[in-house]
């Protein structure tokens, strides 16, 4: 199977997984990265048949990993990470559930804030793999006020669980 059959199958498990249907392969973080990473080096015509294979809650298991791959990059001290967590939003479109992309986008400026980042500079970097729509989502979003951006706001903290960082709901 070659690298692009692998993605697309990664897309077909996500799907299943978003829809209930039991897989046999767990989906790993591993496995997101390489979507993240292939979809950053693929052509516009391949990026187009991403972006249109995520339908439905596959979009919000997609941006579900944001935190894990925020939670990386403080850990690291990686940029990377961050930009990982930002192609799954892409990829999304915004499409299923724009408030919960604006909760999961809390943690990528938290963590791109926490390791010295410019987030708004982070996200031009990525406009060229971005759609007109998803990039004018965008831009809308780094027009927000700051505070209604933070953490807090969305009743999320960070904790360290055996030495790595974690993000949690108040209260939990």
Known sequence: ????????????????KA???????????????????YFLTADESTREKIICHVKGKTGLLLIS????LASLSIDSRDEVWLKRALVM???????????ENLRRLALI?????????DFPSLVTSLFAVMSKDVRDKFAKFLERPKELNSLK???????IVNGKTRFKVMGF
């Open 1 to 16: 199977m070659n690298n692009t059959e692998k993605q697309f199958s990664l897309l077909k498990s996500l799907s299943d």
């Open 19 to 37: 829809s209930g249907v039991k897989s046999t392969a767990p989906i790993k973080i591993g496995d997101i990265v390489e979507l993240a990473d």
């Open 109 to 117: 400026i938290y963590s791109a804030d926490k390791i010295k980042v």
């Open 65 to 68: 990993y944001t935190g894990e």
């Open 153 to 159: 706001c969305f009743g999320i903290q960070e904790v």
């Open 89 to 99: 939003h892409i990829i999304d479109g915004f499409r299923y559930d724009e408030r």
